[in-house]
């Protein structure tokens, strides 16, 4: 059994990351989660630290973290869960767009922090998040253009789709406005027996994390 180190379902979104890509490669493995008022675990949802203690795994004799890292070693040992796709223009293109979403769009992250349980009608996008949601819808566009959908990179869910499921999440917290091809997408990704999963653990959460309430 392996085991993969979260933190909060509700507000960390590379913990939801790494559990995606764990479940999508047909993994089993258990749930170790990092206590909510470890210091370490405030400092990564506040977006002052990088996402170095989560997500982590743990199988057989291998210890591996960051989501990219994760995702590179399941690929290897489960092939056939298709994290990369197999033609490699795609795959390359998977792997862009996956490290844009990886090192990128800070400004969105600090606007619209995720919370899942969390939803407000109207919300004010400042101008600095929306040239990040620009690019993002940007990026969605052209991948569904190009590998013809319903996903990212075509018919199954893939790593890029794990990577951007969290901006799904936010999107959804923060009512930001989609075209119609851009928000079936997101929907699509809501909807997914995974994220429903997840969601329903992140709804079990403390409704408010002591300290960190201004920054959610």
């Given amino acids: 059994m392996a085991t993969l180190t979260i933190s909060s379902k509700n507000y960390s979104s590379w913990s939801l990351r790494g559990w995606l890509l764990c479940k999508m ?4 493995f258990e749930e170790e989660r990092v206590p909510l008022d470890d210091p370490d675990m405030k400092a990564e949802l506040l977006l002052l630290s990088p996402s170095f203690l989560v997500p982590r795994l743990v199988h057989e004799d291998v210890t591996v973290w960051d989501t990219l890292a994760i995702a590179a070693f399941l690929n290897e040992v489960f092939p056939q869960a298709g994290l990369l796709p197999a033609d490699r223009a795609v795959r ?61 990179m075509g018919a199954a869910p893939t790593l890029a789709d794990a990577m951007y499921a969290p901006v799904c999440s936010r999107f959804t917290s923060y009512d930001v406005k989609l ?24 709804q079990e959460e403390p409704e408010e994390l002591e300290e960190l309430g201004a920054e959610f």
């Fill in 92 to 152: 390359a293109h998977c792997l862009s767009i996956s490290g844009e979403m990886h090192s990128g769009f800070a400004n969105m992250r600090s606007a619209l922090p995720m919370n899942i349980k969390a939803h407000y009608p109207g919300f004010k996008v400042w101008a600095g998040a929306q040239a990040d949601i620009e690019r993002i819808v940007a990026i969605w566009r052209g991948c569904l253009t190009a590998h013809g959908g319903p996903f990212l």
């Fill in 179 to 202: 075209d119609p091809e851009c928000d079936a997408y997101r929907a699509r990704i809501m909807a997914l027996p995974l994220m429903q999963e997840w969601i329903a653990g992140a």
């Fill in 25 to 28: 490669a047909g993994l089993s």
